[in-house]
């Protein structure tokens, strides 16, 4: 701005900063988005400000600035919102694919051949790191063991997650380095799994992977933040221009904090500390503000109440179908539990708690029950998965206007597996979308990436299908529990930024929200659910800027 | 900025933004400041930009700019750039002003008495936790001992810092909390002081400390700001409107940000991280942008080479002359310095190495020689203290450009306990600020606050007498060693910017320079020492806005 009027004065007095009133116009698209009661809004042009928030679509007829900083043509093609993971955990899908990935083996043998490959590849890595294996997928009737692994490599340790993270597995060499023997005891809300003689058989599920992971050689900051770029690249590749990070340690945030100062965070991440000390020892006495332009923030606390069903970690409660002498895996007593959660709402934190089983679920609304009588006013506790509910505590979801975050590919890739881990009777509140929708509770979708591919897409097919990738099977799985393609597109979007209180800054377009958008190959509301699934997204713009586009 | 004129493109182009033109005056005062070349220059007020940049200065007789955003009057006041600390702890002073001080006792009875007041206000604390102790001031002639804090303290542990915080002490509950035996072994680089049959004594010099800092209850992220808070409320009071971290944890710097992320982080701090792993952790693969307009930056890393010299941790060539038997603390050998300093140097982290005693200096000097062929152009190796130096190790500091980051209070406290350590005949290369000078050595003047107080004024006078407050030694101590007055101030401003290359950033008034500056009750160029003392801050002022005024 130009100087202004002459202006003496003996106090001192600051003037209000002249705001940029500059403009810029993306134009000619077939645009598409949802207003926030989730009807369909469409339009041809997005006038927004120059630091990248929209100012009002433009319809067809809508005359255009005629000053403007700049315009982009479109050349008709499809704009959208960029999507809002709910729930995923960024670091993990970067370091998944900088490492050893067993997520697309069929067997134990061939995960063998890609494990014995690797390592010939590798021939400097002092232990070998990675993850993704599914014993259901493979079809092996039981956990992989150090036996197998050592098989493959016998000489230098090798550690593997389970493709949910809820267990580790172990070779002979990793079980020396990390001390574990037939005396170690399995820690609480953890299982070290047993061979002949009590000796360790090679995996440890949920808390008793801690065993391994002391010995396990820590990442280096820089491969932190290669693991973070190659995340961040995967997310914008897809559409995702946000996510909830459900449990973001000290380490991952400094990383974040690096790409922050250093201008190269491009996605919107929404963090939930790893537990209670995590969290505080980043947010001190509450949650940041928005940082880096509303690119993250750290808004709460991830909890864990249970492990998962892969690994009958899930606590339920009654026994498994298929293992009658277990429940599964309670991480805390209640008391425990409302402890923790009491601990983060004081500061105002919000409180993100891991539940799969039924046993797990029951725990975590008594206790928002119990708390929202200290703790008022508009909280949002989440409940991360909700994925085995008995039906008599569906309704409760709504009662203190739970945000039920759930994931839709988790139904479909876990279908045959849950059958098997709860029998028939139990699966009248498993992956309810539609009840608890009708319920009241806020339903926001994700894909608990790096456990299932981030590519929103699949999980917005599978919400209103109830199939997998096959088709399978057909009519769709317990099919009454779909919701509309239209709910689904809004759980994937502002469901995930109004679980994160963040419906005012992104999640949809509409004045004032953020310009985040994609352009893709084709129109998702026209689509088949299979020509849903092979949509391409051409572009992704975060904050009215280009920060992808594929080549 | 009103819209430009139209525009319409079919390509997407960004334009320049228009930056804000507005200014604002601070007038009438009477101003003075040093050039670069260390020349005393005096104004009348100060142009500055609407973010606080110094625009120009203005004599009595330029032409004052019609237009100004605002307009200070200060009335003919002295105003002079703010101080640059270039050694303190931040988080240190805070807590050691929020926790049991010692620092002003001048006997063990006194102290004892102290102890016992703040046990009986405090019933709440668990952990009685302090410092400022130093049995040198006391005339105790020995170290203090857990009897002596077991006669006031016996049913809860105690742990108080010694004022340089290089030996902690310890009553007996403490050392049972820690499980500290007569079987326990004095670390590498740290000492347990020994009684009767071997049983620990009570004080833990330099790496021993760790022993029992663990068993101590670790600060809360909110005690943390809270520190902060009277840290940054103390210097901004005595006109330090900058100052080197000398050892930034991860936990330190997660508080820094939340002030910053707050936008409370009014003074400027430049961080040295906390030896190799916080300094990695924290930067990542090298140090940060300055951050929040220039008010925080991670530039490098601190490393420690000795102890301290009150504790006979400093680490000399022969040995004490009080302790015939002790050449002090060497913290690693010669390669693991090398390296340390290496790995921080690959990254380009500055490094700041703390050497009190000449083995030390020696042995920094000979690291920097070895390292300069490897890593060139402008690195500013800091060798903190170089307190104690061999005359024929002084030298060396001009060689390489190597920062001498000093602290005339040091000088002023120690001079008698330094003869008793000493002996006269190494005193020659002791606190040899005018010689480090003379050799080319870059200067830096600071006060490793809490050890001294943060009061600049105090440094300055003693730096250009060798005189204490009390006016002693008459003539000054070894005044040959003396700098001018002008040398000093300039090792207190731009010496201290320069040191952690922010000399385009802050440390005089100058054109481009952050408009940092306080407002004083005197003339400091025509006070006496004693006067100079005696300085009253009344306003601070940190990118030309006021964060501090005397009430």
């Given at each position: 701005m130009a100087r202004l009027a002459p202006l003496l004065l003996l106090a001192v007095t600051i003037m209000a900063p002249v705001s940029a009133q500059a403009e810029a116009l993306v134009d000619n698209v077939n645009g598409m988005t949802l207003d926030a009661d989730g009807k369909v809004v469409r339009f041809t042009g997005i006038l927004m400000t120059a630091d990248g928030k929209v100012v009002r679509l433009l319809g067809a007829k809508d005359k255009r600035p005629d000053r403007l900083d700049w315009r982009a043509d479109m050349k008709g093609r499809v704009l959208m919102p960029g999507f809002v993971d709910a729930h995923g955990h960024v670091m993990e899908l970067g370091f998944r694919a900088l490492e050893l990935d067993l997520s697309d083996t069929r067997s134990l043998d061939e995960a063998k051949a890609k494990i014995a490959a690797y390592v010939a590849a590798n021939p400097d890595r002092k232990w070998i790191l990675g993850g993704g294996w599914n014993q259901e997928r493979w079809r092996l009737g039981r956990f992989p063991t150090a036996a197998d692994l050592d098989a493959v490599v016998g000489d230098k340790p090798v550690w593997l997650a389970r493709i949910d993270g809820h267990a580790g597995w172990a070779n002979s060499a990793a079980l020396r380095e990390a001390g574990i023997s037939a005396a170690t005891v399995s820690p609480p809300g953890g299982r070290i799994e047993k061979g002949a003689g009590g000796k360790p058989a090679g995996v440890f599920v949920d808390a008793a992977q801690a065993l391994m992971q002391k010995a396990v050689p820590q990442p280096l900051p820089k491969d932190r933040d290669s693991a973070f770029l190659k995340a961040q690249a995967t997310l914008l590749s897809l559409g995702v221009t946000a996510a909830a990070d459900m449990g973001t340690s000290v380490d991952d945030w400094l990383s974040y904090r690096r790409m922050g100062d250093r201008g190269a965070l491009r996605v919107r991440i929404i963090s939930y500390g790893m537990g209670i000390d995590d969290t505080v020892r980043i947010g001190g006495t509450g949650p940041t503000p928005w940082l880096y332009a509303d690119r993250l923030r750290l808004a709460g606390v991830k909890l864990y109440g249970d492990g998962a069903l892969g690994s009958r970690g899930a606590w339920l409660k009654?026994?498994?179908?298929?293992?009658?002498?277990e429940k599964g895996l309670g991480f805390q007593t209640d008391t425990v539990l409302r402890n923790l959660m009491s601990r983060a709402a004081m500061d105002k934190y919000q409180v993100a708690v891991h539940a799969i089983g039924d046993r797990a679920n029951a725990q975590v609304l008594d206790a928002i029950d119990e708390l929202s009588d200290t703790y008022g006013g508009d909280r949002r506790w989440r409940i991360e998965h909700?994925?085995?509910?008995d039906p008599a505590d569906l309704p409760r979801f709504g009662k203190h206007g739970v945000i039920a975050s759930m994931q839709p590919t988790h139904q479909t890739s876990d279908r045959t597996m849950a059958e098997a881990r709860l029998g028939a009777a139990r699966l009248t509140g498993a992956y309810a979308w539609h009840t608890m929708l009708a319920d009241g509770a806020g339903l926001a979708f994700g894909s608990d990436f790096p456990v299932e591919s981030p590519d929103p897409f699949a999980g917005w097919a599978a919400a209103f299908t109830r199939q997998g990738a096959d088709g399978m099977p057909p009519g769709g799985w317990r099919p009454e529990e779909a919701v509309t393609r239209e709910q689904a597109w809004k759980a994937f979007t502002q469901g995930g930024a109004y679980a994160a209180f963040a419906e005012t800054v992104f999640g949809r377009l509409a004045p004032g929200q953020r310009a985040d958008f994609i352009i893709v190959d084709r129109d998702p509301l026209a689509a088949s659910p299979a020509e849903l699934r092979q949509t391409k997204v051409e572009e992704t713009w975060v904050g009215g800027e280009k920060v992808w586009e594929r080549k």
């Amino acid at each position: 701005m130009a100087r202004l009027a002459p202006l003496l004065l003996l106090a001192v007095t600051i003037m209000a900063p002249v705001s940029a009133q500059a403009e810029a116009l993306v134009d000619n698209v077939n645009g598409m988005t949802l207003d926030a009661d989730g009807k369909v809004v469409r339009f041809t042009g997005i006038l927004m400000t120059a630091d990248g928030k929209v100012v009002r679509l433009l319809g067809a007829k809508d005359k255009r600035p005629d000053r403007l900083d700049w315009r982009a043509d479109m050349k008709g093609r499809v704009l959208m919102p960029g999507f809002v993971d709910a729930h995923g955990h960024v670091m993990e899908l970067g370091f998944r694919a900088l490492e050893l990935d067993l997520s697309d083996t069929r067997s134990l043998d061939e995960a063998k051949a890609k494990i014995a490959a690797y390592v010939a590849a590798n021939p400097d890595r002092k232990w070998i790191l990675g993850g993704g294996w599914n014993q259901e997928r493979w079809r092996l009737g039981r956990f992989p063991t150090a036996a197998d692994l050592d098989a493959v490599v016998g000489d230098k340790p090798v550690w593997l997650a389970r493709i949910d993270g809820h267990a580790g597995w172990a070779n002979s060499a990793a079980l020396r380095e990390a001390g574990i023997s037939a005396a170690t005891v399995s820690p609480p809300g953890g299982r070290i799994e047993k061979g002949a003689g009590g000796k360790p058989a090679g995996v440890f599920v949920d808390a008793a992977q801690a065993l391994m992971q002391k010995a396990v050689p820590q990442p280096l900051p820089k491969d932190r933040d290669s693991a973070f770029l190659k995340a961040q690249a995967t997310l914008l590749s897809l559409g995702v221009t946000a996510a909830a990070d459900m449990g973001t340690s000290v380490d991952d945030w400094l990383s974040y904090r690096r790409m922050g100062d250093r201008g190269a965070l491009r996605v919107r991440i929404i963090s939930y500390g790893m537990g209670i000390d995590d969290t505080v020892r980043i947010g001190g006495t509450g949650p940041t503000p928005w940082l880096y332009a509303d690119r993250l923030r750290l808004a709460g606390v991830k909890l864990y109440g249970d492990g998962a069903l892969g690994s009958r970690g899930a606590w339920l409660k009654a026994p498994y179908a298929d293992a009658p002498g277990e429940k599964g895996l309670g991480f805390q007593t209640d008391t425990v539990l409302r402890n923790l959660m009491s601990r983060a709402a004081m500061d105002k934190y919000q409180v993100a708690v891991h539940a799969i089983g039924d046993r797990a679920n029951a725990q975590v609304l008594d206790a928002i029950d119990e708390l929202s009588d200290t703790y008022g006013g508009d909280r949002r506790w989440r409940i991360e998965h909700a994925q085995v509910v008995d039906p008599a505590d569906l309704p409760r979801f709504g009662k203190h206007g739970v945000i039920a975050s759930m994931q839709p590919t988790h139904q479909t890739s876990d279908r045959t597996m849950a059958e098997a881990r709860l029998g028939a009777a139990r699966l009248t509140g498993a992956y309810a979308w539609h009840t608890m929708l009708a319920d009241g509770a806020g339903l926001a979708f994700g894909s608990d990436f790096p456990v299932e591919s981030p590519d929103p897409f699949a999980g917005w097919a599978a919400a209103f299908t109830r199939q997998g990738a096959d088709g399978m099977p057909p009519g769709g799985w317990r099919p009454e529990e779909a919701v509309t393609r239209e709910q689904a597109w809004k759980a994937f979007t502002q469901g995930g930024a109004y679980a994160a209180f963040a419906e005012t800054v992104f999640g949809r377009l509409a004045p004032g929200q953020r310009a985040d958008f994609i352009i893709v190959d084709r129109d998702p509301l026209a689509a088949s659910p299979a020509e849903l699934r092979q949509t391409k997204v051409e572009e992704t713009w975060v904050g009215g800027e280009k920060v992808w586009e594929r080549k």
